[in-house]
């Protein structure tokens, strides 16, 4: 089994997360930001990983310390469940509805930490949660975990609406691309014989 733990300890948060790569959907999420609960269960679940986080943060202060920090500790024990990246598929894309927002992802799990995002969100805020935390989540978790990740939204005019699937596209687009693809043999799927 893919799995890994981080614990993350600043003057700002206090973090304890686990993760499985090949879970069954199952979280146990507490980040104290009401709105990234919400976005890590429908990742957890349409990632079809297992996921429990607890965050004690600043949130008194606001919500980036937090935020951002949960997006370091996810994407190192990405990194770390997915280890040499050996047989995987590497490559994936989705195309995702929801309601009137539609969003394309796609995402190389290279090694190499990049993330284009090119959405446009109509508000500044989906409950208490600044919408311009999404973006420091992102570069946070794509630059700990080594992938290359694009997000382009392709109609939405409802930013919950847009980042529901944002996160359901990031999920299910991973989880094509950790899966194990017997056609490798085992192998790292890299011409230079490694990802990483």
Do not use: W
């Amino acid at each position: 089994m893919r799995k890994s733990e981080v614990t993350r300890s600043t003057a700002e948060t206090e973090i304890k997360l686990s993760f499985n790569l090949d879970g069954s959907g199952k979280s146990n999420i507490n980040t104290g930001v009401g709105f990234l609960d919400h976005m890590l269960e429908l990742f957890t679940r349409h990632g079809k990983f297992d996921l429990d986080v607890l965050c004690k943060g600043d949130t008194h202060v606001d919500y980036h310390h937090s935020v951002e920090d949960i997006g370091i500790c996810l994407g190192a024990a990405f990194s770390e469940a997915l280890g040499d990246a050996r047989g995987i598929c590497r490559f994936s894309d989705v195309t995702l509805a929801m309601d009137e927002a539609l969003v394309l992802c796609a995402v190389d799990v290279s090694g190499r930490s990049h993330l284009s995002l090119d959405i446009e969100l109509p508000d500044r805020a989906v409950g208490a949660m600044d919408t311009e935390l999404f973006e420091e989540f992102m570069q946070a978790f794509v630059r700990k975990a080594g992938l290359t990740v694009h997000i382009r939204m392709l109609d939405g005019k409802n930013a919950h609406h847009i980042l529901e699937a944002c996160f359901k596209a990031l999920a299910r687009t991973l989880r094509a691309a950790v899966k194990i693809d017997e056609e490798q043999s085992g192998e790292i799927p890299s011409t230079k014989g490694t990802l990483m």
